[in-house]
Structure formats: structure tokens, C-alpha cells
């Protein structure tokens, strides 16, 4: 039907209401004979439609691999911007774990450094081994890793490390990776990284270490990996508040007492005056407060 109507003269660019021309449905729809039809008759493989997206881009979301294919090798844009998220198709294939279509990208000439954030190790793999920088700070002022570390994949923490990924680059709020990986209470990433030689007392832009992290955090099983990485208790950040304040006012009664088992001080004044057993009982935390006042610490 399609090589008729073409054969009778049907224009292979016509587009319609939302600016998608024919070679635009068929790559969303997966139709690859009639893509090659339509690019043999002329039509412009790297046309956007109302949403500034080309065929290929259509092809990669719907996962179409074959006609993704056949557009590249058709002249295609590897490169070409998503005007509204600022991705490029490396971006969408990555983070849709589609490893045939990002294997494809990349041979038509795809930067790889465009999309070194995704969290399928094969495809991590394949971008890495394609030169891309695991310190690449991308439009969201992170690095892979520091992303990778916020949103909990674990997984792909190893090659980025393997890779030479900065456990120094610090996030646009003045975070280290260890910071992040405290944060997100995440016990595996933490060990990663303090294996690979973090630094478990540097200081964020307010003066807090990764242990005030966990504990605020509510990571009771981070705070001791730390503490036996040699983290120190009794540090205090701008604001005069230890790793225990932290976990008093997140109430996390095993972050405070991994904390207390440690040796950390529960007498701390911060600069308001406050001991961690003030917080907690600020805030209700009853059971918190009688953990600190057990040792001796004065509650106001």
C-alpha cells in the first residue's frame, strides 16, 4: 500500500497537525520496511515534529532497535536534541536499558560522555568502554556517580569506580560521593567507597561528615561501618552539631545508639545551646531522650 501511494505520488514529508510526517509513525510504530520506503523517496530522516523530536527519537522510546537502525544508517543525527529534557538519543536508549540501540548509537558516532548516567551495568560497561569520563559533570551538575549514589543503584557504583570515578568532585551543595552514599543510607556503597579509599572525615560546605549523614539518615548499620572506618564521634559542623544530634532528631534509636556505643558525647551543647537530648525531646522523640539521659547528658 505505502510503495502505491508513493509510486501515485503521495509526498513522503507530509505532515500532520502535530507536524509528524509518515517516517515519524512508522519508526514509533517499529515499521522498518516502510521507514526504508519512505527514506528511498526522499523523505528528511531528521525532521521534528511539535515536540522537537525526530524519527529516531521516536524509534529509541518505543524501543524499535531494527528501525533506529535503519534511520542511522540513513544519516540520522545521533546527536540531536531532545529540546525539552535536553537528552540525547544515547540518554533515552541508556536509561531505557536498550544496550542494542545504544551499541548502535555510539558506532553512528554518539558522544558517549552524553549519557554516562544509567544504572544497567552492561550498558555502564559499554559507555565506559566507549570513552566515557565517569567525572563527566552533565546539565544537572553531577557526575555519574554522585547520580548514581542519590538514586541507590549500587550496581554500577563498581565501574565507575574501576573506571577512575573522583571520590573528590564535590555535588553543586558541596557533597563528596561518601556524603551521598551516607545519605541514602546505603551500606554497600558506603564500603565501596571507603575500600576505594574515601575520605570518611571530609567536610561538606555546612561542615558535615558522612556519619552525620547516616545518622540523620536513619542508618544505624552505616554509622558503625563508619565509626569503624575510623570516623570520629564527636566532630561537629557549623552549627556546633554532632553526628547525635543528627540522630535525635531523626529519632533513629540505631543510629544513636551506635552512636552512644561508640563513644560519641552526648553532653554536646550546639550553638543554640542544645544537647542531642534537647532535640529529641523538642520533637517527642520519649525514647531517644531517656537512651541520652541514661548517660548522663542533662536534658533542658
Known amino acids: 500500500m505505502e510503495a502505491r501511494l508513493l509510486a501515485a505520488g503521495a509526498t513522503p514529508g507530509r505532515a500532520d497537525d502535530q ?12 515499521h522498518t520496511a516502510v521507514a526504508q520506503l519512505l527514506l528511498a523517496a526522499g523523505a528528511a530522516v531528521d525532521a521534528v515534529d511539535q515536540s522537537g523530536l525526530t524519527p529516531l527519537f521516536r524509534a529509541i522510546w518505543r524501543r524499535q532497535a ?84 542519590l538514586v541507590g543503584h549500587t550496581d554500577v557504583v563498581v565501574p565507575f569506580l574501576a573506571a577512575g570515578a573522583s571520590m573528590e ?31 570518611v572525615g571530609a567536610a561538606d560546605y555546612r561542615g558535615r561528615r558522612p556519619l552525620h549523614a547516616a545518622a540523620a539518615a536513619d542508618a544505624g548499620y552505616v554509622v558503625e561501618l563508619l ?23 531523626s529519632g533513629s534509636a540505631a543510629a544513636v545508639g551506635a552512636l552512644l556505643r561508640a563513644g560519641a558525647p552526648a553532653a554536646v551543647t550546639d550553638l543554640r545551646g542544645e544537647t542531642a537530648a534537647d532535640v529529641a525531646a523538642h520533637l517527642g522523640h520519649l525514647a531517644i531522650v531517656a537512651a541520652l539521659m541514661s548517660t548522663g547528658a542533662p536534658a533542658g
Do not use: F, K
Open 19 to 30: 507536524d509528524c510526517t509518515p517516517l515519524h509513525q512508522a519508526a514509533r510504530s517499529g
Open 66 to 149: 531494527e528501525t533506529a537502525e535503519t534511520l542511522l544508517a540513513a544519516g540520522a543525527s545521533p546527536d540531536v536534541v531532545d529540546p525539552e529534557s535536553g537528552w540525547r538519543p544515547l540518554h533515552t536508549a541508556s536509561r531505557l536499558g536498550v544496550g542494542a540501540l545504544a551499541s548502535a548509537l555510539l558506532a553512528a558516532g554518539a558522544s558517549p560522555n552524553m549519557s554516562c548516567r544509567c544504572w544497567y551495568t552492561g550498558i555502564v560497561g559499554t559507555l565506559l568502554a566507549a570513552g566515557a569520563s565517569p567525572n563527566n559533570i552533565g546539565g544537572g551538575d553531577a557526575t555519574p556517580l554522585q547520580v548514581a549514589l
Open 169 to 199: 568532585v564535590l555535588t553543586p551543595v558541596g557533597c563528596p560521593p561518601l556524603h551521598l552514599a551516607a545519605l541514602a543510607g546505603c551500606r554497600r556503597a558506603v564500603e565501596l567507597l571507603v575500600e576505594a579509599g574515601a575520605a
Open 227 to 249: 565509626v569503624a572506618a575510623g570516623a570520629a564521634v564527636h566532630v561537629t559542623d557549623v552549627d556546633g552539631r554532632t553526628p547525635l544530634h543528627g540522630a535525635a532528631q
